[in-house]
């Protein structure tokens, strides 16, 4: 009231002062409404901002941006594959034609003579005959296009639900910095449009995902049931299988794949029998030029192999760097 009595006129009765005060007030009411109003939406859009997506949502864009990752950058690694017969360990390099390997050691011991020459004429009809170069680089597509399959069929193969965080350390994610859990299971709707994809019916497991750069860290799955394909007349896997993927941030907005276990029994046409039981470990990763010819990366593989400081054992079971 004492603020507004100085802008009294002198002919103003009291009744127009209570009039003019009201009016003020009200002013004042609405302009505190309407003040509020405004942090309160702003609130609610931040908080919608900060919310997580939901857990298909962050699935399917985890995806997207896994089917689009550049695949120019290339590297030279190690690979080291155990199986219950032993072990084998390769140096690879990612090239514009193929992928290059080179073994360097079985059971963590180098070559001997004749498995070297065995290795290097190996090699060598690559660079010699065109067509089985090609037929290589024929192979390697149908793999990724059978990953990129089953990729594309993640978001509608599983019903997912969060399962907490876990922490990233070195192969998985990024050191440190925390992953989203979540737990999967069969969707009953999805209907797989071939053999590739009908593996995934039957597989309950979970999935670690880098929820800000939206990159799979790790995906963890097991097979709840026998899975038939062809009624059975084609064969079939048994209940159990089991496999697991694992994907590290090398530098920057690199990621690679740092391990891989697979585990599986069934039957192929009612009567072989068939088993596959391997883990590997891709670790020493290094960036190299991205027009490397398959050529050049063999004589880069060959260098390496020869390294005076290409020690086998302490690397060959490191996750990547």
Excluded at 31 to 46: D, I, T
Excluded at 203 to 218: E, H, S, V
Aim: glycine share 6%; hydrophobic share 35%; with cysteine.
């Amino acid at each position: 009231m004492q603020q507004i009595q100085h802008l009294r006129p002198s002919n103003w009765t009291s009744v127009e002062l209570r009039n003019r005060v009201k009016i003020v007030r009200r002013k004042r009411a609405w302009k505190f409404a309407a003040f509020s109003m405004a942090v309160l939406m702003a609130s609610v859009l931040r908080a919608s901002e900060l919310a997580p997506a939901s857990a298909p949502d962050l699935v399917r864009q985890t995806v997207d941006n896994e089917l689009k990752a550049d695949p120019g950058v290339k590297f030279m690694f190690r690979d080291h594959k155990q199986t219950p017969h032993g072990s084998q360990t390769r140096l690879m390099v990612q090239t514009t034609e193929a992928m290059a390997g080179m073994t360097i050691a079985y059971d963590d011991h180098p070559l001997n003579p004749e498995q070297r020459q065995a290795e290097i004429a190996r090699n060598q009809r690559f660079l010699h005959d065109g067509d089985e170069l090609r037929k290589k680089r024929k192979q390697e597509k149908e793999n990724e296009e059978r990953i990129n399959r089953i990729m594309r069929a993640l978001p509608d193969a599983f019903l997912y639900e969060y399962d907490g965080a876990e922490p990233g350390k070195k192969g998985i994610g990024e050191s440190g910095l925390e992953l989203t859990r979540l737990r999967f299971r069969p969707n009953p709707k999805y209907d797989p449009p071939s053999r590739v994809e009908q593996v995934l019916t039957a597989m309950t497991g979970f999935m670690l995902i880098d929820p800000k750069k939206k990159r799979l860290a790790r995906i963890d799955g097991t097979l709840s049931r026998e899975v038939a394909f062809g009624w059975g007349i084609f064969g079939h896997l048994d209940k159990g299988g089991h496999f697991l993927v694992e994907q590290g941030e090398l530098d920057g907005d690199h990621w690679e794949i740092t391990r891989t276990d697979l585990a599986i029994t069934g039957k192929v046409l009612l009567f072989k029998s068939i088993k596959f039981e391997s883990s590997e470990v891709f670790s020493d990763f290094r960036q190299v030029p991205s027009n490397l010819t398959f050529a050049q990366g063999l004589e880069m593989l060959t260098k390496e192999a020869h390294s005076a400081d290409n020690g086998i054992p302490h690397v060959c079971c490191e996750a990547a760097k």
